[in-house]
């Protein structure tokens, strides 16, 4: 069923947001899979009637879990038990910059100020194991933004990000979370959440109780670029998290600073590293803010498709031999799915539908830039 529209977007029911749930919260589906889905078979509550049937299709010896009606309706109440509302993709209260990102979650769990999350955000994200100075300069630029009017973002982690979250709990500032919402990392930073909960806000897309892994902060660290206009790295060691954060904002299309360090402090090695390949130089908050405050006066109010719509193409089955010769031209190495279109000689609904059986198998890998491969 299609979400009623509001002045900004959609408004789904209590019912809705439930199916919505349940679909996101079931095995093999990720948010580019559920907006597939949901304009695939036009509402969630058909694409989980649809999911044995397309895992079937996909070579699967079995379905996936499907999240119940009943782990859906429990994970709700205990978000309401600590505080937290799921706000879905299109909704007003959805952070206006994430909803761009083609990987954005259909739903996530908001605790604090939902009106924080509609400010222009500026992230900040560093090394855990900090210097003196570099959490120094992290704090120091984080109140500048906020006096400027922006909201600084980051993951809650130790060190830089902590610094910069601690400087600007008066003026806002939104935590993206790892793990659930009821499972803080690290442990010590719970006070600190509660604190900036008063003027800004935590979010996170993973299910309540859910204990953060380390795959999952990558993940997150998508979300903390996407939801903001630049990122700004101080200190980042040449493997760290932080420069993941970097590589994901340049995909999304987000402002890429780093601030230099010296080149003896291994601390410094990722952000020098960023500073050679383009990255803005950063030694005073002017440097990022006469960047991004040309950028917020012409933001546009991002307008969004309803998930919850038809997208104009019914739901196909393709033919046998049409999945056979698709499935013949996939393998380990990554293709455009545009080329496989082009190969498989096979309308772009029906290659369409050939990957959309086989991730929901468990079986696709999709990646950025439109790539697909065979697990």
């Avoid at 044995?52 to 709700?76: D, H, K, T, W, Y």
């Avoid at 903001?228 to 040449?238: C, H, K, N, Q, T």
């Avoid at 086989?358 to 990646?367: H, S, T």
Wanted: hydrophobic share 40%; aromatic share 4%.
């Amino acid at each position: 069923m299609k979400s009623p529209p509001t002045a900004d977007g959609i408004s789904l029911s209590d019912s809705q947001r439930l199916d919505w749930l349940r679909l996101i919260r079931s095995e093999n589906v990720g948010p580019r899979t559920f907006r597939t889905l949901i304009n695939h078979y036009g509402g969630a509550r058909a694409a989980i009637e649809m999911l044995p049937e397309l895992a079937r299709r996909g070579g699967a010896q079995a379905p996936g879990r499907i999240c119940s009606v009943q782990e859906a309706e429990r994970e709700i109440e205990e978000a309401r038990r600590i505080g937290a509302s799921f706000v879905a993709l299109g909704e007003p209260g959805y952070p206006p910059r994430l909803r761009m990102i083609e990987d954005a979650p259909p739903l996530i769990s908001v605790r604090g100020r939902l009106a924080a999350l509609a400010s222009p955000m500026i992230a900040i994200v560093g090394s855990r194991n900090a210097s003196a100075a570099g959490a120094k300069f992290a704090g120091r630029i984080a109140r500048e933004f906020g006096e400027a009017g922006f909201v600084t973002a980051s993951g809650l982690a130790r060190g830089i990000d902590a610094a910069a979250h601690r400087a600007s709990i008066d003026t806002g500032t939104i935590a993206v979370l790892a793990g659930g919402q009821d499972y803080i990392y690290p442990p010590e930073h719970v006070s600190l959440l509660e604190e900036l909960l008063e003027c800004g806000a935590a979010i996170s897309e993973m299910p309540v109780g859910w204990e953060p892994r380390a795959r999952d902060f990558p993940r997150r660290n998508r979300l903390i670029s996407g939801l903001s206009l630049g990122v700004v790295i101080v200190e980042a060691a040449r493997r760290s998290g932080s420069l993941i954060t970097a590589r994901l904002a340049l995909e999304q299309g987000r402002e890429v600073f780093a601030v230099p360090g010296s080149p003896l402090d291994p601390r410094c090695e990722g952000t020098n590293g960023l500073l050679k390949q383009g990255a803005t130089l950063v030694t005073e908050a002017h440097d990022v803010l006469s960047v991004l405050g040309p950028i917020v006066g012409r933001d546009p109010a991002f307008p969004v498709e309803d998930p919850g719509s038809d997208a104009g193409e019914p739901p196909v089955e393709p033919a046998p031999d049409e999945r056979r010769r698709i499935l013949g031209l996939l393998g380990p190495t990554p293709v455009d799915v545009d080329e496989l279109i082009r190969q498989s000689g096979a309308r772009p609904a029906v290659v369409r539908a050939v990957l959309l059986e086989l991730e929901i198998a468990g079986r696709l890998d999709r990646q950025p830039g439109g790539r697909v491969a065979l697990l």
